[in-house]
């Protein structure tokens, strides 16, 4: 299944919105309920996702040659024939 560009592009993003929501939805609760610090716990793994997504994201497209510094010189290909004599 292949996702959209647009929303591929923004699942970093996304992950680290809804690690907010669950840190937020976490404290709005208090602290004095048990399933507030299951809340905070969640939220902190889909911010460090989130996170983690992103940078290694960058890491490859930074790995990646850029189709423009890729030299077409066809000089460098041309081979010379031996000489017969």
């Given at each position: ?42 939220g ?21 040659p ?20």
């Amino acid at each position: 299944m292949w996702i959209p560009t647009p929303i591929y592009a923004r699942i970093p993003q996304i992950w680290f919105l809804l690690g907010l929501l669950f840190i937020a939805d976490g404290l709005y609760l208090g602290l004095e309920f048990t399933v507030s610090f299951a809340y905070l716990l969640i939220g902190a793994v889909c911010c460090v996702y989130g996170i983690g997504i992103g940078i290694t994201r960058m890491r490859y497209r930074h790995s990646q040659p850029a189709a423009d510094s890729i030299s077409t010189d066809n000089h460098s290909a041309t081979v010379v024939p031996p000489d017969p004599y």
